[in-house]
Structures are given as C-alpha cells and as structure tokens.
C-alpha cells in the first residue's frame, strides 16, 4: 500500500483506532480487554508461554492494520484468557509490530497500541529486540525500560498536546515487575530510526549521552499509550552487542536466536506479573 492511501486512513486516526477495537471486539466476542502486549524480534515464544490463545488472526483483518513482511514479526492479534484470582484477565497480544524505518509514516506504527486503549486496555507492555550499548549487558539480557532518548525527530502526536514523560516508563510496574523478579535491571533507551544499525562513533555519542539500549521501536508506541492514559511497560532484550562494542558485525539471525532462548524465561515472567499489574 502507498503512502498516499494511507494518509485517507489515518485522516482521523483515533477513528481508525475505535474501527480496529470494534473489529477486535466483533472477531473476539469480548466486549473490552483489560492489557496488551506487543512483541517484538524474537519474543514471539513468550506470547506461547501465556497458554492457547482464544483467539488468533492476522492484522489485515482488522481497520488500519497492513500485512506485515520483516523476517520474525508475523502481524498476528492474538486474545488471551488469563486465569487468576481476581477472576479472568483478557490480554490482547501483538505479534509483530510496525517500525518507523518501514516508511509508512507514524501513523501505522501506534495503530496497535492505539487500537489496544480503545479496545479498553489500561496496560500496555512493549517488548523489543536492541543492541546493548551498556558494556555490563550480556547477549539475552532482559533489561526493564526506566526513560528513553529519542532520535528519530518525530513523536506520534501533533498539534498543541504538551505531554508530561516524566513517568512515561511505569514506576509503580517497574516495581513490580522487579519484585517478581530482583535480577531484572534498568535501563536507558536510544530509539533509532533505522534501517541501518549505528556507527561505533554514533554507540559512542549514546554511551556518552547515557544510554543503555539501542532499538528501532517501542518509543511511539510509548509515548502515543501514555498520551491516551494507559500505563506502559518497556522490556528490551538485548540481542546484540551494539556497533563497535565487540568488534563483530550485526545481523539480524542472531538477532532472533537470542530472542528464542530468552523467551521461555520473559513468557514466565510475564504470565506472573499480569494479573499484578491490574
Ligand atoms: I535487535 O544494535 C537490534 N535492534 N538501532 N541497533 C539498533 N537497533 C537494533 C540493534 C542495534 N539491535
């Protein structure tokens, strides 16, 4: 699809959002989710972890969603019944996402989040493969998300909507999430638009600005579940070693093994902190 049929679609995109929850409403017969959850590179086999999905279809089913191609991210919505003792929690799960470097603009990139608050999820946990600018970080490192730098020069709202970041990285879930687990740390992530991977001067510059973690997503989709009042989760995973760290070349098989070895330790983690987070 063209850049210019899709500028019709997101003419209105709170719109195009309330279309896509009333589709998933529709497709799932669940009225309204309480959490969603995007998955990134790899984190794939953590969503499996959460049990068999209710209900599983492709994006291109439902208003502003496009088939998705990039190796690893498949455009599936899955909806999950997860049992605990407040009762049922229904947990929407993205199963790939889009990426600003795809070149469709901002707008297909925070549709899913987007359609997820409207579809009634207070609760939005994004998930990522990065580069690990932080020398401490180990390949297959899940690190929790505390702020961000973004260096793409575009955020997802326009217009006079003057939104407090502050808090944008949960403190209340980021402390929960560290109880359930005490080993998990923080860090500080680059969005980087992409597609090409950075330089080592460009690792340096971040290093030097206090980065952590270096990814091409996450950041709007934060920015545009927090302008909507949802409460956002970030875990990154490391997959790599950030350009100039080790003196290796970056490539993007490597990139999904880590993610497949990480994702039954984060599957377990998450299906232990959801019903914790409503
Ligand atoms: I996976 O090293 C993954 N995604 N920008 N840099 C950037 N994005 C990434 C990297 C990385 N690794």
């Given at each position: 699809?063209?850049?210019?049929?899709?500028e019709?679609?997101?003419?209105?995109?709170?719109?195009?959002?309330?279309?896509g929850?009333?589709?998933?409403?529709?497709r799932?017969?669940?009225?309204?989710?309480?959490i969603?959850?995007?998955?990134?590179?790899?984190?794939?086999?953590?969503?499996?972890?959460?049990?068999?999905?209710?209900?599983?279809?492709?994006?291109?089913?439902?208003?502003?969603?496009?088939a998705?191609?990039?190796?690893?991210?498949?455009?599936?919505?899955r909806s999950?019944v997860?049992?605990?003792?407040?009762g049922?929690?229904?947990?929407?799960?993205?199963l790939?996402?889009?990426?600003?470097?795809?070149?469709?603009?901002?707008?297909?990139?925070v549709?899913?989040?987007?359609?997820?608050?409207?579809?009634?999820?207070?609760?939005?946990i994004l998930?990522?493969?990065c580069?690990?600018?932080?020398?401490?970080?180990?390949?297959?490192?899940?690190v929790?998300?505390?702020?961000?730098?973004?260096?793409?020069?575009t955020?997802?709202?326009?217009?006079?909507?003057?939104?407090?970041?502050?808090?944008?990285?949960?403190?209340r879930?980021?402390?929960?999430?560290?109880n359930?687990?005490?080993?998990?740390?923080?860090?500080v992530?680059?969005?980087?638009?992409?597609?090409?991977?950075?330089?080592?001067?460009?690792?340096?510059?971040?290093?030097?600005?206090?980065?952590?973690?270096?990814?091409?997503?996450?950041?709007?989709?934060?920015?545009?579940?927090?302008?909507?009042?949802?409460?956002?989760?970030g875990?990154?995973?490391?997959?790599?070693?950030?350009?100039?760290?080790?003196?290796?070349k970056?490539?993007?098989?490597?990139?999904?093994?880590?993610?497949?070895?990480?994702?039954?330790?984060?599957?377990?983690?998450l299906?232990?902190?959801?019903p914790?987070?409503?």
């Open positions: 699809m063209s850049a210019s049929t899709n019709g679609l997101y003419l209105d995109p709170m719109k195009t959002a309330q279309q929850a009333e589709a998933i409403a529709q799932t017969g669940i009225a309204s989710h309480q969603a959850l995007v998955m990134g590179s790899g984190w794939v086999s953590a969503a499996d972890a959460l049990g068999t999905p209710h209900h599983e279809f492709d994006t291109h089913e439902i208003p502003g969603f496009e998705q191609t990039v190796l690893g991210h498949s455009g599936k919505i999950y997860i049992d605990c003792d407040k049922a929690i229904n947990a929407l799960v993205f790939g996402r889009t990426h600003l470097y795809e070149g469709k603009g901002i707008e297909p990139v549709h899913g989040v987007r359609t997820a608050v409207k579809a009634g999820c207070k609760v939005i998930t990522n493969a580069g690990g600018i932080n020398t401490a970080y180990r390949v297959g490192q899940p929790l998300i505390r702020d961000h730098i973004s260096l793409t020069a955020s997802p709202l326009s217009g006079a909507q003057f939104v407090d970041l502050t808090d944008l990285y949960s403190k879930i980021r402390a929960i999430v560290k359930e687990d005490p080993t998990l740390e923080e860090g992530y680059v969005h980087w638009r992409g597609p090409t991977y950075e330089t080592p001067a460009e690792i340096h510059m971040m290093r030097t600005m206090g980065a952590d973690l270096v990814g091409m997503s996450t950041v709007p989709e934060a920015i545009a579940a927090h302008a909507m009042g949802a409460e956002v989760l875990i990154s995973l490391v997959t790599n070693a950030a350009a100039g760290v080790t003196g290796e970056l490539n993007h098989e490597e990139v999904i093994a880590a993610g497949k070895n990480a994702a039954d330790r984060m599957g377990a983690l299906k232990g902190v959801i914790k987070l409503l």
